[in-house]
């Protein structure tokens, strides 16, 4: 019934138009202890870890060359973070967010890993921060919802361009707006249900808050970028990432098979997940 019910969504996820108004998040940072214990523990044992799985099987997908520095901003609870890191060993992991509150979670999280650094920051003064510096890779998952309005994602998006290195990549992973209020909370209920009703309704609102592939390609036309990846699910799900410039696919027989993804008991939700973005 269940896997019934699954596969209605995801067809009406697919079929549907856009009919759902964008509700802007209520606060950019997160500091309730409810809803940062939710997703703590959604990212280490629950569907949050699965999304973490397809993140790590998307990266993992590209030809990203060797990243020596890399910046994940709105790091959260560093739980994807050290996913990342245990992707690219090399490399040295900067990770951002403007909620001390999560930062301590992450901190405790990041401990055992000696390449991972952790800053306060607001993501729009990076350009100060990091003044004169350069990364190969920036990593930035589920934080555009947080922006307020299409203009300051313009503006978060540019700030993050500006510290790539050359031949740097910049990957932002966040949610698709589902496109009805009925899907929005059949996932918020299916999904997000086990750590409270604050973190349900953080979730909840997260999905309101996310941009719509068209806003997002929208925001994407407006900076005039020459070229990128934007990919929305074939398979219907309620993500969707932009990888900036366009690297190529690397043959599946070199992908790894590391920690970093998903292997739990949601399996069945992940390969959805892993099918619907062709990998
Ligand atoms: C939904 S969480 C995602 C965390 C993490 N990237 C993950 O995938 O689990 C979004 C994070 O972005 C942070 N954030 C929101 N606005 C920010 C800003 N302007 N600058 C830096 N961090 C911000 C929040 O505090 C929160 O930790």
Known sequence: MSFLKKA????????????LARVPEPSSSIEDQAVIEGNLRDGLEGS??????????????????????????GTGTGVLLSKIAGLFPEAQFVGIDISPTML??????????????LILCNLYDLGE??????????????????????????????????????NGYLFIF???????????????????????????QDALNSYLAGFSYGEVEGVLKALQLPAYIHKEPIIANIFQYILLPPAARRPRELRRKSQAHYKGPLWFDYLVLRLGFGL
């Open 8 to 19: 209605f969504y995801i067809g009406l996820q697919r079929v549907s138009r856009d009919r």
């Open 48 to 73: 949050l870890a699965l999304v973490y799985g397809l993140i790590s099987a998307i990266l993992d997908s590209y030809d990203l060359g060797s990243p020596k520095k890399v910046l994940d901003v």
């Open 104 to 117: 301590e979670v992450a901190r405790r999280v990041t401990r055992d890993r000696g390449n991972v650094e």
């Open 129 to 166: 921060r990091f003044a004169g510096e350069k990364f190969d890779l920036i990593t930035w998952a589920l934080g555009l919802h947080h922006m307020p309005d299409e203009e300051m994602a313009k503006r978060a998006i540019s700030v993050l361009l500006e510290l790539l290195s050359p």
């Open 174 to 200: 966040d949610i698709r707006r589902p496109k009805t209020r009925a899907i929005a909370e059949f996932i918020a209920h299916t999904f997000n249900s086990n750590w409270g009703p604050a973190y349900r």
